[in-house]
């Protein structure tokens, strides 16, 4: 089950910003089922160690690779770095250094910021009262 949940993710969900190819998972348009929108939640950064959870399955990957390896589970687990560097991305862009909510990833070759914050999404000190 697992796998057939990661296969939808992959075939579906997965994207690469412009110009620095960093990895997001979009969601479907609720235009058209198959336009993926480039719009990736800040909890959406767990998938990543979810993919190299599943790819080891909780083993350290050195333990795990032991037992024999298939190039699924390197692809998987390359996902979850991917996916990882992203979200870290959506941390270092910021001059707070604070992830926003809500981030939406660049497709258009015409621009060239990978990462675009709507001012209601990016965490501001003043919120808080800081």
Known sequence: MYDHAMDGVKRRLVGYSYPSHFT????????SASMLSPKMDH???????????????????TQAK????TVRQQEDFNLGEEIARSCFEMYNVTATGIAPEIVRFNTDTSKNDDITIKPNDRWTPSIFGC
């Open 24 to 31: 997001f998972i979009g969601e479907l348009s609720s235009i």
């Open 43 to 61: 909890l959406v950064c767990f998938l990543g160690g979810n993919f190299a959870l599943g790819a080891t399955e909780g083993k350290p990957i």
């Open 66 to 69: 032991e037992g024999g390896w």
